[in-house]
C-alpha cells in the first residue's frame, strides 16, 4: 500500500481501542481501483428493535484511497466509489461515517464531492530528500543551538530496527503521559505494544537518547515505503536540560537521510490553533514542510440518525460527530475524534 496507514494490520491494531473491527471496502471499476479501511463500531443504542453501526478511521490517518485511476478520470471514479459505497452502508446498517484524510497523500482532493469536508490544521515534517543537511535547512536556529549544547554535554543516541522488546519505552511514555496529563485513550496497553511488534516490528525504528548511561528519551517511529512517521516517544522531566527531545528528532533526521528516506512525518498538534504549544515544538524541525489536514463526514442514514439523536437526548447542531456519539464518548465506547 502507498502508507503504513493503509495496511489492513495497521487497522486491526486499533480494534480494541475503537471498539470495532476493521473492515475494508475495495471498489474495482474499470475506470480504476479505490480501497477504504475503516473500523466498524456498533452504536450502544438500539433504534426500532434494530442494532446500527458507524464507521471511524483508525488512530491517526486514512480514508478511501484511490491505488489506480484512468488519467483524468478521478472525479467520475470518485462519484461511482460514492454511489456504491452508499449501497454498501445501507446493506450493513451503517448511519454515519467520520474520516482523517492523510495530510502527506493529500487523499481528501479526490473525494471533496463525496463528503461534508473540512480543513482542520497543519501538520509538520521534515523534508530529507530535497535537502542535502535537513537539520541546517528545516531545523530552527535555536533548535540547532539546544542539539548542540546536548552533544557537547555528552548526550549520545543510538537506534534499533525491528526492537525485540519495548518494556523500557513503556515505563518512560507512561510517565511522559502522567506528567502531560494525558486522556486515557493515549494510554496503550501491554496488549497494543505486543500486537505492534507482531504487526509492525520489521517496520518500527527505535530511537534513545542516553546520558552517563541512562535512558532520557525514547521514539518509536514507523519506516515504511519512501517516509518515516514518528508515533510515540516519551522523555524523562529530571534531564530536560539535555533536551533529549530534539536529539530524538535530531538522531531520526540523520538516521532517514542516510538510509534514503524523502520524509519524516510529525503530525500536528493537540488544538486546531496555530499557537499550540505541541504544533510550535513540531514546528521547530520543519520550518519549510506543512501538509493540510482534512476531516470528512457523513450521514448514510438521515432518518436512523435523527432517531438517535432524539433518544440520546442530543442537539444535531453540536460540533461533536456523529452528534449522538457526544453523549456515548463518555463511556466504554469512546472515541477521539
Not at 510517565?175 to 494510554?187: F, G, I, L, P, W
Request: aromatic fraction near 16%.
Amino acid at each position: 500500500m502507498a502508507d503504513l496507514y493503509f495496511h489492513e494490520n495497521y487497522g486491526r491494531l486499533y480494534e480494541e481501542m475503537e471498539n470495532g473491527s476493521c473492515e475494508v471496502f475495495e471498489f474495482n471499476h474499470q475506470l480504476g481501483l479505490i480501497k477504504h479501511m475503516f473500523i466498524k463500531r456498533e452504536i450502544p443504542v438500539v433504534v426500532g428493535g434494530k442494532t446500527y453501526y458507524d464507521i471511524v478511521t483508525p488512530y491517526g490517518y486514512g480514508g478511501p484511497l484511490i491505488v489506480s485511476c484512468v488519467p483524468g478520470s478521478q472525479k467520475e471514479l470518485a462519484d461511482k466509489f460514492l454511489q456504491a459505497f452508499s449501497e454498501y452502508c445501507a446493506q450493513n446498517d451503517i448511519i454515519s461515517e467520520f474520516i482523517r484524510f492523510h495530510p502527506v497523500l493529500s487523499n481528501a482532493n479526490d473525494f471533496m464531492d463525496c463528503y461534508e469536508i473540512s480543513y482542520i490544521r497543519n501538520t509538520v515534517g521534515t523534508q530529507l530528500k530535497e535537502y542535502e543537511d535537513p537539520v541546517q535547512k528545516e531545523f530552527s536556529k535555536s533548535t540547532r543551538k539546544n542539539i548542540r549544547k546536548a552533544l557537547e554535554a555528552g548526550v549520545q543516541y543510538r537506534y534499533t530496527v525491528n526492537p525485540p522488546d519495548v518494556t523500557e519505552f513503556k515505563a518512560i511514555y507512561h510517565r511522559t503521559m502522567e506528567r502531560n496529563n494525558a486522556d486515557s485513550y493515549y494510554y496503550f496497553d501491554d496488549a497494543y505494544f505486543d500486537k505492534l511488534l507482531q504487526f509492525f516490528g520489521e517496520t518500527i525504528l527505535m530511537v534513545e537518547v542516553l546520558y552517563d548511561g541512562q535512558v532520557i528519551g525514547i521514539g518509536l517511529n514507523y519506516v515504511y515505503g519512501d517516509n518515516i512517521h514518528t508515533h510515540l516517544s516519551g522523555t524523562l522531566e529530571e534531564f530536560h536540560h539535555l533536551s533529549p527531545a530534539y536529539i530524538l528528532q535530531y538522531a531520526l533526521a540523520l538516521w532517514g537521510k542516510e538510509h534514503g528516506y524523502e520524509l519524516i512525518h510529525d503530525g500536528g498538534g493537540r488544538t486546531n490553533s496555530l499557537d499550540d504549544k505541541l504544533y510550535m515544538f513540531k514546528k521547530q524541525f520543519g520550518k519549510n514542510t506543512t501538509f493540510k489536514f482534512y476531516v470528512g463526514q457523513k450521514v448514510w442514514n438521515s432518518h436512523v440518525y435523527d432517531e438517535l439523536c432524539k433518544l440520546v437526548g442530543i442537539e444535531q447542531e453540536t460540533e461533536y460527530f456523529p452528534a449522538y456519539r457526544s453523549v456515548l464518548r463518555n463511556d466504554s465506547l469512546k472515541t477521539v475524534n
